[in-house]
């Protein structure tokens, strides 16, 4: 069986919000300091 790309897109964008919310939070940190 393939796993759905439904999945797969839902787990990649996923990924990629938490790595976006990773970096605001350290540009945020770098412009604290």
Known sequence: HRPKPSVSWVKGETVVKETA???VLDSGNL???
Do not use: D, E, G, T
Request: hydrophobic content about 50%; cysteine-free.
């Open 21 to 23: 919310r990773i970096a």
């Open 31 to 33: 412009r604290i300091h």
